[in-house]
């Protein structure tokens, strides 16, 4: 007769972790983020393949409902995901290959428009508050601009170039990663509970199942967002009227998936196309910065809560704060880790703050290791 | 080390046919359910769960045997089990604390099935969650009417 009697539905108590224990998570998160910055060699592909297994799985299991063994199902999937992989990219090469001269001098003409946007609207500051006049406004931007263009290339977009290179080898580890994580994932997952002493096995099971929850949703989440952000952005450009509308939302979309730099990056690259394309209407370039900033909010206040925020669990401050702390130990990387990984420590540091606080499983532990050392010793005496 | 590599045996899949929670199973089922169940090993008095603590898995006694009983009257127990019987099995329905200790009587190979491992089964494979409902649903069964006409509980099981 097991667990009689109490037929009550009572919810999980609430161990929320204490003061010490969050100091000890966000020093964790920074520390991660620090080291992390330093093997983005292998946590790029790593997180590819997090992200492809779990986008994965669900076709994988039904394969595996259909009868298909596991090792069968992973293989069968990574496999049609790695030709239409090769299929894409070969097409969008090809595709690539025979626009690349006109990529370029499109990439001065957008350039050069955003430029002349930004002279009208320094202009018309100027003409509207004498006070931006006597400052030389203008003169002091066009300036600046000037000096930061011309080393532009040699000081960001050669350095992103060659770590662009760099990354691509590893990059390619992400299937082949994705792979295993989805053929041995599950035996890996046995063999850390198995490591466990039995005192803590259960509350071991429930972290390694948090953990795994907390990266798919955080992740299927951004996938979501990525998608209602795309749909979002891509009616408000249409109703704009500016060409390739739904594919400058996806770029703008994926830009947004480092916060804040990424959605200024895709808002930028939005009005210098509405510049370039309108030069003599300039208001939809102004209506393209309103309706990023729209999207912003509605980003902040429905479209994530609904789909990351509700699983993470961060309050709306602690995760500003270590975007902020993010950005400040790790750069753009740290940006666009600081939150998943805020959200496995502050997991992981729930189920230790519980476990290390509770002396009734040191007790057990500590009996049990007594029993086994009684059991060695059963012979000796 | 790479213990974890190691495939399924035949015997294992017997062994776990011969559970009353897995009767019903295919041979294809069976492999499913081994793929998710962690085997434990616990020594004569080692406790396995405490009353009042929060339950997320059923275990199933594979060798061995369990005694149930009121934390601090062990003398007084409300059941013992051996092989092939499970207890537990309230978390795997919901999350209330445990209503009773459970403490190895012997050296004892136990079988966890792990609550989350159990709901994520039911999305994707529902006719085998199912056979494992239903012989859910029988032990309850059984125990309650042994509740409620006073018998002792392991004749039920």
Redesign the interface.
């Known amino acids: 007769?097991?667990?009689?009697?109490?037929?009550?539905?009572?919810?999980?108590?609430a161990n929320r972790p204490g003061p010490v224990a969050w100091a000890g998570i966000f020093a964790a998160t920074c520390l991660l983020l620090v080291a992390l910055n330093h093997i983005l060699w292998l946590v790029i592909p790593a997180l590819m393949a997090l992200v492809l297994s779990y986008m994965l799985e669900p076709p994988m299991?039904r394969l595996?409902?259909a009868?298909v063994g596991?090792e069968g199902a992973s293989a069968i999937v990574t496999s049609v995901f790695l030709v239409l992989l090769m299929a894409a990219t070969l097409a969008l090469l090809t595709w690539a290959g025979a626009r690349a001269e006109d990529w370029q001098a499109g990439v001065e003409r957008y350039l050069r428009g955003g430029a002349a946007l930004l002279e009208r609207t320094l202009a018309a500051l100027e003409a509207r508050w004498p006070a931006f006049a006597r400052a030389n406004l203008a003169a002091s931007v066009t300036t600046w601009l000037s000096e930061y263009s011309n080393t532009f290339l040699e000081r960001q977009v050669q350095p992103l170039a060659v770590s662009i290179l760099a990354w691509l080898p590893a990059a390619l580890l992400g299937p082949f990663f994705a792979f295993f994580f989805l053929r041995?994932g599950?035996?890996?997952h046995?063999?850390i509970?198995?490591a466990v002493p039995?005192?803590y096995?259960?509350k071991t099971?429930?972290l390694l199942?948090e953990m795994h929850q907390t990266g798919r949703s955080y992740f299927t989440g951004l996938v979501k967002l990525t998608v209602v952000d795309t749909l979002a952005l891509g009616i408000g450009l249409w109703a704009l009227g500016l060409p390739g509308a739904w594919l400058l939302a996806l770029i703008a979309a994926v830009f947004a998936w480092v916060p804040y730099v990424g959605s200024i990056a895709g808002c930028l690259l939005v009005v210098l196309v509405a510049a370039t394309d309108f030069p003599h209407d300039p208001a939809i370039a102004y209506w393209a910065i309103m309706l990023f900033i729209l999207v912003r909010l509605l980003d902040d206040f429905v479209f994530m809560p609904a789909t990351i925020g509700k699983n993470l669990r961060l309050h709306p401050l602690v995760s500003v704060l270590m975007l902020f702390v993010g950005g400040a130990v790790a750069g753009v990387p740290g940006l666009a880790l600081v939150l998943p990984l805020l959200g496995v420590t502050m997991v992981v540091g729930a189920a230790l703050s519980e476990i290390l606080t509770d002396g009734?499983l040191w007790a057990?532990h500590a009996?049990?290791r007594r029993?086994?050392a009684a059991?060695d010793a059963a012979d000796l005496a | 080390m790479l213990?974890?590599?190691r495939p399924a045996r035949g015997s294992q899949l017997e062994d776990l046919k011969a559970l009353s929670l897995f009767a019903d199973l295919s041979v294809?089922e069976l492999k499913?359910v081994q793929?998710?169940l962690?085997e434990?090993e616990?020594?004569?008095?080692?406790?396995?769960?405490?009353e009042g603590?929060?339950?997320?898995?059923l275990y199933i006694v594979r060798t061995g045997r369990v005694r149930?009983c009121r934390k601090g009257r062990p003398d007084s127990p409300?059941?013992e089990l051996g092989a092939g019987s499970?207890?537990?099995?309230?978390?795997l329905l919901?999350?209330?604390?445990?209503?009773?200790q459970?403490r190895a009587l012997e050296a004892s190979t136990l079988a966890?099935f792990?609550g989350?491992d159990f709901l994520a089964l039911l999305e994707?494979?529902s006719k085998l969650s199912n056979k494992i409902l239903l012989q859910l649903s029988r032990h309850l069964g059984r125990?309650l009417r042994?509740?409620v006409l006073g018998q002792r509980?392991?004749q039920h099981l």
Request: hydrophobic content about 40%; cysteine-free; glycine content about 10%.
């Open positions: 007769m097991t667990d009689a009697g109490d037929t009550r539905s009572v919810e999980p108590a299991r595996m409902y009868g596991r041995d599950r035996r890996f046995g063999f509970a198995r039995n005192a096995f259960e099971l429930a199942h009734r057990r009996y049990a029993l086994r059991q | 213990g974890f590599l294809r499913i793929g998710v962690h434990r616990y020594l004569a008095g080692e406790v396995i769960f405490d603590e929060q339950g997320n898995s149930i409300i059941a499970f207890f537990g099995d309230l978390a919901d999350s209330a604390p445990r209503a009773a459970a966890v792990f989350s994707t494979e125990r042994g509740s509980a392991e």
